[in-house]
C-alpha cells in the first residue's frame, strides 16, 4: 500500500522558518517526480514545487521562489520542504505528492503550516 | 499559464443521480494532458482520469471523462454516498501545472 506520510508543520511567526518532511513507501520512490502541492484554509488546490527523481532538476511556483527550497534523500525513501520567510499567505495544508513528470498520482494526508503573530 | 475554469460551483444531487462537471481552459491543452481529481476533507486527494479519459487504476467505471484542447467534462452516471466531495481538473501540460477552483457536489 503506497503511504506518504508528511510532518513538521505548526505554528510559526511572519518571517519565520518551518522544515516540512515526507516519509514515502509501498512505491519506488526514487522512481518518481515528487511535489508539494498547497491548499489555504477555504481555497482550491495550489501546486508550490516540484524536484526530479535524482533530484538535478527543480522548480517552484513564483510566490515561492527564493523562500523555499525543495529536496529528497532517496536513501531515506523522504522528501522535504525547506520554508523560510514564511507569510501569512504561506498558511496552508500541504501534501506530499508523487508524480509521473507533471501527472499526480499518490498524495498524502498534508500537514498544516499557520502562519500567524 | 493555463487558467482552468470549473463549473458550476456548487452541484446539489442524490444518490444514484448522474453528476456532469466542466473545466475549461484558457488556451489549448496540449496532448489532452487534463486530469481530475477526488477530494474530501480530511483525505488525501485521489486520482480519478488522466488524459482526459483514462480512468486511473482501481477507479469504478462509473466515473468517465472527456473533451479535448479548452473544453473537458467529468461525469459520474451514479453517484455513491463515497463520491460527494470537491473535484477539481488539472492540466499537466505546461508549466506551472495548474488547478481548477474545484466543483463541490453536495448530498441534495
Known amino acids: 500500500e503506497v503511504q506518504l506520510v508528511e510532518s513538521g508543520g505548526g505554528l510559526v511567526q511572519p518571517g519565520g522558518s518551518l522544515r516540512l518532511s515526507c516519509a514515502a513507501s509501498?512505491?519506488?520512490?526514487?522512481?518518481?517526480?515528487m511535489n508539494w502541492v498547497r491548499q489555504a484554509p477555504g481555497k482550491g488546490l495550489e501546486w508550490v514545487a516540484i524536484?526530479?527523481?535524482?533530484?538535478?532538476?527543480?522548480s517552484y511556483v513564483d510566490s515561492v521562489k527564493g523562500r523555499f527550497t525543495i529536496s529528497r534523500d532517496n536513501a531515506k525513501n523522504s522528501l522535504y520542504l525547506e520554508m523560510n520567510t514564511l507569510r501569512a499567505e504561506d498558511t496552508a495544508v500541504y501534501y506530499c505528492?508523487?508524480?509521473?513528470?507533471?501527472?499526480?498520482?499518490?498524495w498524502g494526508q498534508g500537514t498544516l503550516v499557520t502562519v500567524s503573530s | 499559464e493555463i487558467v482552468l475554469t470549473q463549473s458550476p460551483g456548487t452541484l446539489s444531487l442524490s444518490p444514484g443521480e448522474r453528476a456532469t462537471l466542466s473545466c475549461r481552459a484558457s488556451?489549448?491543452?496540449?496532448?489532452?494532458?487534463l486530469a481530475w481529481y477526488h477530494h474530501k476533507p480530511g483525505q488525501a486527494p485521489r486520482l480519478l482520469i488522466h488524459?482526459?479519459?483514462i480512468r486511473a487504476t482501481d477507479i469504478p467505471d462509473r466515473f468517465s471523462g472527456s473533451g479535448s484542447g479548452t473544453d473537458f467534462t467529468l461525469i459520474i452516471s451514479r453517484l455513491e454516498p463515497e463520491d460527494f466531495a470537491v473535484y477539481y481538473c488539472?492540466?499537466?501540460?505546461?508549466?506551472?501545472?495548474?488547478f481548477g477552483g474545484g466543483t463541490r457536489v453536495d448530498i441534495k
Open positions: 505528492v508523487g508524480s509521473t513528470g507533471w501527472l499526480l498520482h499518490y
Open positions: 488524459t482526459a479519459s
Open positions: 488539472q492540466q499537466y501540460a505546461d508549466s506551472p501545472l495548474t
Open positions: 524536484v526530479k527523481q535524482d533530484g538535478s532538476v527543480k
Open positions: 509501498g512505491f519506488t520512490f526514487s522512481s518518481f517526480w
Open positions: 488556451q489549448s491543452v496540449g496532448r489532452n494532458f
